[in-house]
């Protein structure tokens, strides 16, 4: 059976291009151009993977709104938000929206869709018993690749798939330098250096709300990251 | 060449503009001068009526003047007046009893010489006299100075032999009378009668009725007689003989005011008419002095004095004397001294005698006419009025009346009125001067301010800095402050639009890419013919390139919202530094660089992922721009307060007209070459926004040593450890 994706996109020439790329790769598309009609839809049947635009019609926020209602039918459904603005990142974050992750509009199709096949294979391996591969420990840090999810010492740790690629890269060769670019292409996606530095950062906190001491990323000023290994 | 214009601070130009109230004080003494004018016209009329009344009271009474028809002209200097006495004199010699009754004794002396020796010399004052009249008895005193006074002895017991008064009259009944008044020693006399011709063998009889007492003095003697009223007619006369020899008994001299052939060239003797004084004392006033005099120029009566008290200075202006500008007046009077020239003041009573009057006025008096003239005292800017009214009869003038006042009165009010003015001038400049410098210097510091502010709301780099808070005053200065303010305001908010251009263009620029991007990749996903390939690989390099501007254009935005939330912490630059060095090497290589800083650690607070942005940057910008093969410098330094970190490179100078604007936003020098990486002009902004952010300032300059461009970048440093 095929997933359903709905996207939720005031812009048609996106949401349409969005739509017969999905297509294209075997999924289920429903284009929605406003927030009313998108509920209306999700009240009668519930999508398999939401993609949210957060800048619709006339609502600055109006993806939040959709989000939360959507949050409230189901805890479990992947959502990705979409934005022209980055400064929504943070925004975001802060809010915890509870979003699975969210990319400037402007990411490339292939990144989008490693993205949903990631959520997709998280969704189906969670009905599943759990199984030890891709799996990986770091000292009070486990990582579970396939299941997308991140625990430090025990404790889950809320990560985007974005800030979950960026920790695997890092906490796979602890000691090692990895620099800026090669942490974009870990993570699939292309952006600056300083989106990169936010990202980290907004990782660093997560971390270290739950656990104060936290400080196992360490920047190399000049070259990039590196995960300490204790 | 233009002239160097001279500097004057508004404070000097108020003070400059305040000398125009120099013209209170010179309006002020014009007004004094013409009031002085108008107190002495009135000084006048008030003497001119004084005059009238007295004349209109004397008028139709020729009785009063007493003129007896059948006397010659007699000489003026040998006539007498006889004061009435309000008490008699006790005959003791002591003339202290004369002085009491304010009777004036006239001074005979050189100038009254009847004979002289020829070896004689006579004393300019020789003798005093007065004369009385009281009830029917009439006074004579005599002060007398003789250095040896000899009296008549047994050997010489005539009277002429010895120091001796000579008295001569006419009686009432026309008779005419010598006698002959000597001494034994000090003591009471007695006078006796001598026949009229000298050359008669008559001798000399006792007149009884004629005592006196003779009194010995240091200087010489005083003689005091009494006559009786009914013996003395119009004439009267006497002389002092004076005898020093004790041998000889020689007269040395005769001195007096009987003729030398006696009888007809005695002088008069006037006594004032009471009722004529009583006129005159009444209607005159203090200060004036009046004569009335006779036809032939006699004095009749005369009255009230020149020097006498007049209103003093003080009271003729309002009585201020508790006030505050009287105390001041009084502080400043030795001030005054200097200034204006002292009130002047009448010390001797001008011709305090004569018994014909001397002036000029008298004759147009005496010939019907009103007139009034000025004398001028000597050496004195005194002036004495005097007012000359005939007095008539019959229509015929019998005798005129002269009221004299001095214009010391005037001149004391007017020096008075100046030493206000003065005061009062002196009060206004200070008052207006204070004012006016305050309200001067106040103005003067609002208009500083407001170039201090205007000075400092635009940086060196043409950024606003502040925008001044406009003034909420309500006059032109407020004015001026609040269109300043706006004018700055609106600067403010077209900077703001230019800069923030940027990211919102960006912002509006994804979605469209989003667009192009997400058909492009489509694009990819179906199947093509190989031609196709080549156009959509080309889209591709291009959306890639428009991706990348609009990444850098966003990046200042994305830094200006990291750097407001960012939390500072401490970190070490040097570390900071030493790493990213390492990095270039590794990025930039086979380019050339060198790091020279202290081994001790540097402290700083920030955000060190800015630092590292900061150097990215500059390295970057240094990179693009040193020419191939040489090395990029990159130098550690540090002062007490501060660390400096340079970045030196070796290439082109700095272009002259980008100089001023190297560290503002979007701007780039470099030529449009073909390069895959688009040049905004960022760089040098982000570096200089990350430089602000610390604290710090950066700045760029021509290389001395070679041609090359340095960036300076000095960050205050944590001075205090906290442990």
Not at chain 1, 201 to 210: L, Q
Not at chain 2, 484 to 493: E, I, K, P, T
Request: charged share 25%; glycine share 6%.
């Amino acid at each position: 059976m095929s997933r359903w994706i709905a996207i939720v996109e005031d812009d048609a020439s996106i949401r349409e291009n969005y739509s017969d790329a999905l297509r294209k790769q075997g999924y289920q598309v429903t284009g929605y151009g406003d927030r009313q009609e998108a509920l209306q839809a999700f009240r009668t049947r519930l999508p398999d993977l939401a993609i949210i635009d957060i800048g619709l019609k006339n609502e600055i926020d109006g993806g939040f709104e959709l989000c939360r209602a959507l949050r409230a039918m189901s805890a479990t459904i992947p959502i990705i938000f979409l934005t022209a603005r980055d400064s929504d990142f943070d925004t975001v974050s802060g809010l915890r929206m509870g979003a699975d992750d969210y990319l400037t509009k402007d990411i490339s199709l292939p990144h989008l869709l490693a993205r949903i096949a990631a959520l997709f294979r998280r969704t189906d391996i969670a009905q599943a018993p759990a199984s030890a591969e891709d799996v990986f420990e770091r000292g009070k840090l486990r990582v579970d690749l396939t299941r997308m999810r991140v625990n430090w010492n025990e404790a889950p740790v809320e990560l985007t798939v974005t800030e979950l690629w960026i920790v695997h890269a890092l906490a796979r060769h602890p000691g090692h330098v990895k620099h800026r670019d090669q942490l974009m292409r870990d993570a699939r996606m292309v952006v600056d250096d300083t989106t990169v530095t936010s990202h980290v950062k907004r990782i660093r906190r997560k971390f270290m709300d739950a656990d104060p001491a936290f400080d196992c990323i360490e920047t190399v000023y000049g070259m990039g990251y590196r995960w300490k290994a204790e | 060449m233009a002239a160097r214009r001279l500097r004057l601070s508004i404070r000097a130009k108020m003070l400059l503009m305040s000398c125009v109230l120099l013209a209170i004080p010179w309006i002020g003494f014009r007004y004094a001068a013409e009031l002085e004018a108008i107190l002495r016209e009135n000084q006048e009329q008030a003497v001119l009526n004084t005059a009238r009344a007295m004349a209109t009271a004397l008028n139709d009474r020729p009785s009063l003047f007493q003129t007896p028809t059948h006397l010659p002209e007699t000489d003026a200097s040998i006539s007498l007046v006889v004061y009435r006495l309000p008490h008699p004199i006790e005959l003791d010699g002591e003339l202290d009893d004369w002085l009491d009754q304010e009777v004036e004794l006239r001074a005979l002396g050189r100038e009254h010489v009847i004979e002289q020796a020829d070896d004689a010399e006579v004393a300019p004052i020789t003798l005093w006299h007065a004369l009385g009249v009281y009830d029917n008895d009439i006074y004579a005193a005599f002060e007398v100075l003789d250095e040896r006074v000899i009296y008549t002895d047994a050997e010489h017991p005539r009277a002429e032999s010895a120091d001796h008064v000579r008295i001569g009259m006419q009686t009432p009944w026309g008779e005419l009378r010598r006698y002959i008044v000597a001494a034994r020693g000090p003591g009471p006399v007695t006078a006796v009668q001598v026949p009229i011709d000298a050359s008669s063998p008559l001798a000399p009889t006792l007149e009884p009725r004629i005592q006196g007492f003779w009194f010995e003095t240091a200087s010489g003697f005083n003689l005091e007689l009494r006559l009786p009223r009914a013996l003395v007619g119009p004439r009267l006369g006497f002389a002092f003989a004076d005898v020093d020899d004790t041998q000889t008994r020689r007269m040395r001299s005769i001195v007096g005011s009987i003729g030398p052939e006696g009888g007809e060239t005695l002088g008069t003797a006037m006594v004032p008419a009471p009722e004529a004084v009583q006129i005159v004392r009444s209607l005159s006033r203090p200060g004036a002095r009046a004569w009335i005099i006779a036809a032939d120029r006699r004095l009749v009566a005369r009255s009230g004095s020149l020097r006498a008290p007049t209103p003093t200075a003080e009271a003729a202006l309002p009585d201020t004397a508790n006030s505050l500008l009287a105390r001041v007046e009084a502080a400043l009077r030795p001030v005054y001294r200097f200034v204006l020239p002292p009130a002047p003041i009448l010390e001797t009573e001008p011709e305090p005698y004569a018994p014909l009057y001397q002036g000029n006025e008298a004759d147009s008096a005496l010939a019907g006419k009103v007139v009034s003239a000025r004398r001028a005292l000597a050496r004195s800017p005194i002036e004495v009025l005097a007012t000359a009214h005939p007095v008539w009869a019959d229509e015929r003038v019998i005798g005129a009346v002269i009221v004299e006042e001095s214009t010391q009165a005037v001149l004391a009010v007017r020096r008075q009125l100046s030493e206000r003015l003065l005061s009062l001038a002196l009060a206004a400049f200070l008052l207006v001067g204070v004012a006016l410098f305050i309200f001067a210097t106040r103005l003067a510091g609002r208009i500083r301010r407001l170039r201090d502010e205007a000075e400092q709301a635009i940086d060196s780099a043409g950024r606003l800095r502040a925008v001044t808070a406009s003034s909420a005053a309500a006059d032109e200065i407020g004015d001026l402050s609040r269109s300043f303010s706006s004018a700055l305001d609106r600067l403010a908010q077209y900077t703001q639009y230019l800069e923030s251009l940027a990211s919102r263009l960006s912002h509006e620029l994804r979605t469209p890419i989003a667009v192009v991007r997400s058909s492009l990749d489509n694009l990819q996903l179906q199947s093509l013919p190989g031609e196709a390939d080549v156009y959509v690989a080309r889209a591709e390099q291009g959306l890639s390139r428009l991706a990348t501007i609009l990444t850098r254009m966003t990046e200042a935005t994305r830094l200006e919202r990291m750097m407001r939330e960012a939390e500072r912490e401490r970190f070490d630059l040097r570390a900071v530094a030493a790493g990213c060095v390492e990095g270039y090497r590794a990025a930039y290589a086979p380019r050339q660089f060198t790091f020279a800083a202290a081994a001790e650690p540097i402290a700083l607070t920030g955000v060190p992922d800015l630092i590292a942005q900061m150097l990215d940057k500059l390295v970057a910008n240094a990179a693009d721009f040193a020419r191939a093969g040489t090395t990029i410098e990159i130098e550690l330094r540090t002062t007490a307060n501060d660390a400096t970190l340079s970045v030196r490179n070796a290439g082109p100078r700095i272009p002259a007209e980008i100089k001023q604007r190297l560290f503002q936003s979007m701007a780039s020098v470099r030529p449009p070459a073909g390069d895959d990486e688009p040049h905004l002009g960022l760089g040098l902004y982000i570096a200089h926004l990350i430089a602000e952010f610390h604290h710090g300032r950066i700045s760029a300059r021509d290389r001395e040593d070679i041609e090359g461009v340095e960036v300076e970048v000095r960050l205050p440093r944590l001075v205090t450890d906290p442990g």
